[in-house]
């Protein structure tokens, strides 16, 4: 006797039709036709379960504060940390975590139930870091949310940079952030990386930057982050945020970066909506799109996941939490059509994303966390494709959010009346 049989799913795997039985908040087993009962049984259909999805790189305390004080008219990257840096001191703990407690609403909805969220330790009173830590214990059983110290103005730039972050670490933010591209000068943005590398090594800590968020091809300060990361033995436990000067660089510097890379064992953590947006801005045309070499990362063997970066913030007016949407853009932008391709990026959203986080028992497999999501398609490329409905999100073994179908009703002599957009309209493949 199980809690929940989810009956004839489709895995990303490619395997069909599969049974998946849980028990005790775990999968107790996954197979064709389980012969067994449970306290409730779900007819999947065909569609696809999944792992829930996972965003690695997100602002949390700037979401939905689109409009405060007022809308970012350049569209730019500076423009929009000059507009975070007008509302900061209008900020409150409260409206911090009402903002953000209701993007995890949407998250829930939306299959999303693990976040890394930046937070920023620019101003000394720390108000951010603590709405999110209030915030992370209040969505605790259903987002595993984890907080990044974020030096927003700068490590060194900022009047009390060095000092906030290691206080935000003292009151229990647990990964290393960085800026080293906006720190005054490309030897101070170096100095950041070695200091932040440093200070993680000996607490212990991850390290998560944002680095070389620019166009400049001469921005390097990832080789910095990959040589630091060896140095320091954290391999495995660096994540470097966007790196889309890598875009710009010289093809043979990038032949010699990505095997460091590769070598430091680094996370890569690219941001297509923001990359596509704020990138290359610069430019007259032929405009660059600003986003990092993402096929030639993963062929290297490197451990490739996608954030969705910010939602309804100073930075980004669109966004709606819908990790999907974020796989969207990166199979444009990284031309990354093919259906293998399709589910290089689904995994990027899911599996790749939990390993960035170092999330345990994530997963469809016996004794994972039955943590999942139905989604209305039958496999990753379809569910890209139709940025699709997420029908069911299971977290222990529980539904906590439900979508209905999105089903056009059709009203022409002679043709269907119900339209299902994941029912008859992709080949057979
Ligand atoms: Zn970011």
Redesign the pocket.
């Known amino acids: 006797m199980f809690d929940l049989i989810l009956r004839r799913a489709n895995l990303p795997d490619g395997r069909k039709a599969q049974d998946i039985a849980i028990r005790d908040g775990k999968i107790a087993e996954i197979a064709p036709n389980i012969d067994a009962t449970a306290q409730e049984e779900i007819d999947a259909t065909g569609r696809l379960a999944s792992p829930p999805f996972v965003d690695p790189?997100?602002?949390m305390d700037a979401t939905l504060s689109l409009g405060l004080p007022r809308m970012n008219r350049s569209g730019t990257l500076l423009e929009g940390i000059a507009l975070w840096g007008e509302l900061r001191p209008t900020l409150t703990i409260d409206a911090l975590v009402s903002r953000a407690l209701r993007y995890c609403d949407l998250a829930v909805t939306q299959g999303l139930l693990a976040i890394r969220t930046?937070v920023d330790t620019s101003d000394p009173k720390l108000t951010t870091v603590q709405a999110m830590l209030e915030v992370q214990q209040k969505v605790k059983p259903y987002i595993d949310l984890q907080l990044v110290a974020?030096p927003q103005d700068g490590y060194f730039r900022a009047p009390e940079g060095v000092q906030s972050l290691t206080r935000a670490l003292d009151m229990g933010v647990n990964i290393v952030g960085g800026i080293p591209h906006f720190e005054r000068t490309m030897a101070e943005g170096q100095a950041s990386v070695e200091a932040l590398c440093r200070l993680a090594a000996e607490r212990g800590l991850p390290v998560d930057m944002?680095c070389d968020?620019t166009d400049d091809p001469q921005s390097r300060h990832v080789e910095t982050l990959a040589q630091q990361t060896i140095r320091h033995g954290l391999q495995g436990r660096v994540a470097g945020?966007?790196l889309t000067s890598m875009h710009s660089m010289d093809n043979y510097y990038v032949s010699k970066l990505i095997p460091l890379i590769a070598e430091s064992q680094m996370n890569v953590i690219p941001?297509p909506l923001?990359n596509i947006m704020l990138q290359g801005r610069h430019d007259s045309y032929p405009k660059r799109r600003g986003m990092t070499r993402v096929p030639e990362l993963m062929a290297a063997g490197i451990n490739v996941s996608f954030?969705h970066?910010?939602v309804m913030d100073p930075w980004y007016a669109m966004g709606s939490g819908d990790m999907l949407e974020v796989g969207h853009m990166a199979i444009h932008s990284a031309q990354m059509g093919s259906l293998e391709d399709k589910t290089k990026i689904f995994n990027a959203l899911t599996i790749n994303s939990a390993k960035t986080m170092g999330l345990e028992n994530y997963g469809l497999a016996p004794g994972c966390n039955a943590d999942l999501i139905l989604l209305q398609a039958r496999d990753p490329a379809e569910a890209l494709r139709l940025k699709a409905t997420k029908l069911l999100v299971i977290k222990s073994g529980k539904i906590i959010a439900r979508t209905a179908p999105r089903i056009g009703s059709l009203f022409l002599d002679g043709r269907p009346s119900d339209i299902d957009p994941a029912i008859g309209f992709a080949p057979d493949y």
């Open positions: 790189h997100f602002h930046h974020f944002h968020e945020s966007h941001n923001i954030g970066d910010c």
